[in-house]
């Protein structure tokens, strides 16, 4: 048992660098940012960048405010960066949005405003996690998105009909002005291979490896269930939809890309107003009435 964990680490290890290398998701000098939640996977990416990269990295938590889900994982961001010697910053949605994650949702429910919990905490974090990297002077995100979390996405902006979504995914987001781009080191890692290192190398304790309790709620779980089900016939078939997915990306980026600037924020955006002010602005518009 002790030679198969011994092979297993050093093979998931060598995957993780492989993946860096193979998509360039770390260039010369570059300063990085890590996305810690302090689950598995944000967990894991930390570690193993922090191995070569410690004196340029900088890990940013965001506290949404969901009661003891997130209160022990920041504690574990904490134990970590604490032991890894790595800077760590925190950035709540209360003191950022005025509001919690919770009371934003009571607030869109009082009313009958059914946008759903995920939709709207993964607009406010990811654009906080943005300012945050800019205000650092941060040059990319490292986020921990396994071959998983991309083939869900990929699925779901087909499912959604929303194929422009797809310029946004791949193991190295574009530059575009006012984006930090994100990276994923943990492209080609499977969920189970994740959960697997973090245990055996302790990052996290089995308590933390459960999602957050608004995440049952998610679209993205029907695209969860979905690929499941397609695995039982075809172990590969993860690896299948992200594989062919990167041999397309090349034709989509030939695509140009309309910037426009939110109004309200000057953010880049599609529309007039970027989805975080969307949001902001229906918050509001609600306390206001
Ligand atoms: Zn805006």
């Known amino acids: 048992m002790a030679i198969n964990k011994s092979l297993f680490i050093e ?21 990085i940012g890590v996305a810690l939640s302090g689950g598995k996977d ?4 930390l570690y193993l960048l922090s191995q070569r990269f410690k004196d340029r990295m900088i890990a940013i938590s965001i506290d949404e ?6 209160r022990a994982t920041i504690s574990n961001a904490q134990r970590l960066t604490r032991m890894l010697g790595v800077e760590h910053r925190v950035y709540s949605f209360k003191e950022t949005y005025g509001y919690t994650l919770p009371g934003i949702i009571e607030l869109f429910k009082k009313n009958n405003d059914n946008t759903k ?13 943005n300012d945050a990297a800019i205000e650092l002077g941060l040059d990319v995100l490292a986020v921990g998105h396994s071959l998983e979390d991309e083939a869900q996405s990929i699925l779901m902006s087909i ?24 990276i994923k080191p943990l492209y ?3 969920e189970k291979e994740v959960l ?16 957050c309790p608004f995440s049952s709620l998610a679209y993205r779980n029907t695209a969860r269930k979905a690929l499941n089900l397609l695995e039982r016939n075809d172990k590969e078939v993860k690896k299948k939809i992200v594989e062919s997915f990167l ?9 140009p890309r309309e910037i426009n600037r939110c109004k309200r924020c000057g953010s880049p955006t599609s529309g007039e107003y970027c989805s975080r002010c969307k949001i902001l602005m229906k918050i509001e518009k609600f306390v206001n009435k």
């Open 42 to 45: 944000s967990s894991t990416v």
């Open 188 to 190: 080609l890692h499977s």
């Open 11 to 31: 093979k998931f290890e060598e995957k993780f660098w492989n993946t860096i290398e193979r998509f360039k998701l770390v260039k010369r000098n570059e300063r």
């Open 117 to 129: 919990p995920c939709t709207i905490c993964g607009i406010l974090r990811r654009a906080l996690l």
């Open 65 to 70: 405010g969901t009661g003891e889900y997130r």
């Open 159 to 182: 499912f959604k009909g929303n194929p422009e979504f797809l310029q946004r995914l791949g193991p190295r987001s574009d530059k575009v002005k006012g984006f930090v781009p994100r």
């Open 247 to 255: 041999l397309l990306k090349s034709h989509i980026e030939r695509q």
């Open 196 to 211: 697997t290192y973090a245990l055996l190398q302790d990052l996290v304790d089995k308590s933390l490896t459960a999602s």
